[in-house]
């Protein structure tokens, strides 16, 4: 065996975080690539073999993307990270503990969790469920990993005594409502930063939707359910383009931005 897999063998701290910062540096990319894996490999199905249940989870797997959007609008308007670190690496001007982070170590990710889950309940596979949702979880999982080694490192004891107080992923409600008060709420922040995700998983929601017909149905009996698909769907790239417009133009500029990490 070569000294290098004897090292990753020994050290799978260091195999988790590596693969946490190839994750973080090309998850634009690998997001698209998985849901191109899911259409090609995988097939959707109505649950228990009923139309009115298969609607029911997909409005119940919109309402958990939802959810998660909210948790991310929540974070970044009250307390804003570092979208993609510096150069796609990880970076950490100081240390966030305030806002949403004084009650939950990693909120922006168990948003994200909402929404991977929620677009599956849409899709609803099988092997999405067992296979594809657990990989794209584990994904974001080992980002935490390489952010939590590369804090500890970063900023040492602050981070040691953060850890010590702050639960990783399950939120910890008491005191966050006096926390949300003592804080201004920028709107602007919120739709300069978080457009591009809202766009791309209400863009995945709908296609999902209508693919999930085409299969099942065919063209000409999904037809009528597609053109209605489409017509509540042409707010959204509507709406895009016109903050996309407003953020470029220098017009949606947020009044104060802290900089730490967001994924």
Known sequence: MSAAPRS??????????????FV???????????????????????PLGSERVDTVLDLLGFLVAAAGQALRVLVIGY??????GSHKQLAAPRLVSEGLYAHCRNPMYVGNFLLLTG???????PWVYGLVLPVLIAGQIAIVKAEESYLAVRFGAAYTAYCERVNRFVPRLRGLRATT????FDWRRV?????????????AAFFLLAWEDLVRFGLPAAAPDV?????????????????????????????DEVLLREP
């Open 8 to 21: 990753a063998a020994r050290h799978p701290t260091a195999l988790v975080d590596s693969v946490g910062r």
């Open 24 to 46: 973080f540096r090309y998850r634009d990319y690998l997001a698209p690539a998985a849901l191109l894996v899911v259409l090609v490999f995988t097939r959707p199905q109505a």
């Open 79 to 84: 307390a804003y990270i570092l979208r993609g």
């Open 119 to 125: 677009l599956c309940m849409i899709y609803h596979s």
């Open 181 to 184: 008060r003592g804080l201004r």
């Open 191 to 203: 739709l300069r930063k978080e457009y591009g995700t809202t766009f791309a998983w209400l863009s």
């Open 227 to 255: 053109r209605r698909l489409l017509i509540l769907y042409a707010p959204v790239p509507l709406a895009y383009g016109v903050v996309r417009w407003l953020k470029k133009s220098g017009r949606l500029r947020s009044s």
